[in-house]
């Protein structure tokens, strides 16, 4: 800033100019008045002299975008080593599974002063589970019951997690497992929400007795998921009673008295 004092002596016509320069050093003002994300809740509150924050997201949310905002209209600002316009939101920053670290560099005014935040964003690992199947029993049969006439159970796999499934699958163990016939889903692949169906049923020509086997329902990064089938064979009912044999009953003589008998 340069300011001019002019001396004009006293015959009217002799001046003098003096001339002052006044350097105004810049703003050494490196804090952002506020800062925010597109996905996620900063913690703690934002103020501008808190240099570290977290905040988390969930497993679906792939990025996320920063916007900072200065406190003096001098400064400059990157998030993440890359120039940001003010109250304008960055590109988007990818997250990895678990903690990602993003930093939000303000340089002052004055070209030598900074300040760095730091926002720590979880992205939570995905969950791998299913809907709960429960213990199955099948309508009785009776020996020699017809071929195809057992029933037939179709049951669902439903993803209610947050990760996806591949490679579902389902098979039986335990001693009867070989006296049930199962088909396998015809989807392998499940996304958050999607589901599946299989079915299982007795095998044909089952003598009488009780049939249990285990069926487990399993999947990349699933904890199996085990359930029990149970199909009663009854033998074929008879209808008896026990023997009563031939009665004879005491000799009576001709002029009994009646009820004697």
Same mark, same amino acid.
């Given at each position: 800033? /340069?300011?001019?004092?002019?001396?004009?002596?006293?015959?009217? !016509?002799?001046?003098?100019?003096?001339?002052?320069?006044?350097?105004?050093?810049?703003?050494?003002?490196?804090?952002?008045?506020?800062?925010?994300?597109?996905?996620?809740?900063?913690?703690?509150?934002?103020? !501008?002299?808190?240099?570290?924050?977290?905040?988390?997201?969930?497993?679906?949310?792939?990025?996320?975008?920063?916007?900072?905002?200065?406190?003096?209209?001098?400064?400059?600002?990157?998030?993440?080593?890359?120039?940001?316009?003010?109250?304008?939101? !960055?590109?988007?920053?990818?997250?990895?599974?678990?903690?990602?670290?993003?930093?939000?560099?303000?340089?002052?005014?004055?070209?030598?002063?900074?300040?760095?935040?730091?926002?720590?964003?979880?992205?939570?690992?995905?969950?791998?589970?299913?809907?709960?199947? !429960?213990?199955?029993?099948?309508?009785?049969?009776?020996?020699?019951?017809?071929?195809?006439?057992?029933?037939?159970?179709?049951?669902?796999?439903?993803?209610?997690?947050?990760?996806?499934?591949?490679?579902?699958?389902?098979?039986?163990?335990?001693?009867?497992?070989?006296?049930?016939?199962?088909?396998?889903?015809?989807?392998?692949?499940?996304?958050?929400?999607?589901?599946?169906?299989? /079915?299982?049923?007795?095998?044909?020509?089952?003598?009488?007795?009780?049939?249990?086997?285990?069926?487990?329902?399993?999947?990349?990064?699933?904890?199996?998921?085990?359930?029990?089938?149970?199909?009663?064979?009854?033998?074929?009912?008879?209808?008896?009673?026990?023997?009563?044999?031939?009665?004879?009953?005491?000799?009576?003589?001709?002029?009994?008295?009646?009820?004697?008998?």
């Amino acid at each position: 800033n /340069t300011i001019s004092v002019e001396v004009t002596a006293a015959d009217g !016509s002799t001046t003098k100019t003096y001339t002052i320069t006044v350097t105004r050093a810049a703003s050494s003002n490196a804090d952002l008045s506020n800062l925010s994300l597109s996905t996620g809740t900063l913690t703690p509150t934002f103020a !501008s002299g808190t240099l570290s924050y977290t905040a988390s997201v969930a497993h679906d949310v792939t990025s996320v975008k920063v916007t900072p905002t200065l406190a003096d209209a001098g400064a400059t600002v990157k998030v993440n080593n890359v120039a940001v316009a003010s109250g304008t939101a !960055s590109s988007d920053i990818t997250l990895n599974v678990g903690s990602n670290t993003i930093s939000v560099e303000v340089t002052a005014a004055d070209g030598s002063t900074t300040k760095t935040y730091i926002v720590t964003v979880t992205r939570i690992a995905p969950t791998y589970t299913i809907d709960a199947i !429960s213990n199955q029993t099948f309508p009785a049969l009776t020996t020699g019951y017809t071929n195809g006439t057992q029933e037939t159970k179709t049951l669902t796999i439903q993803n209610t997690g947050t990760g996806s499934l591949a490679n579902v699958a389902v098979a039986l163990s335990g001693t009867n497992a070989g006296d049930f016939d199962i088909t396998q889903p015809p989807v392998t692949s499940l996304m958050s929400g999607d589901s599946t169906t299989f /079915t299982v049923k007795a095998k044909d020509n089952l003598v009488a007795g009780t049939y249990t086997a285990t069926v487990i329902v399993s999947a990349d990064n699933l904890t199996p998921v085990m359930f029990t089938v149970t199909q009663i064979v009854s033998a074929v009912p008879t209808y008896t009673i026990d023997t009563i044999s031939n009665q004879t009953f005491p000799a009576l003589t001709t002029g009994y008295t009646n009820g004697t008998q």
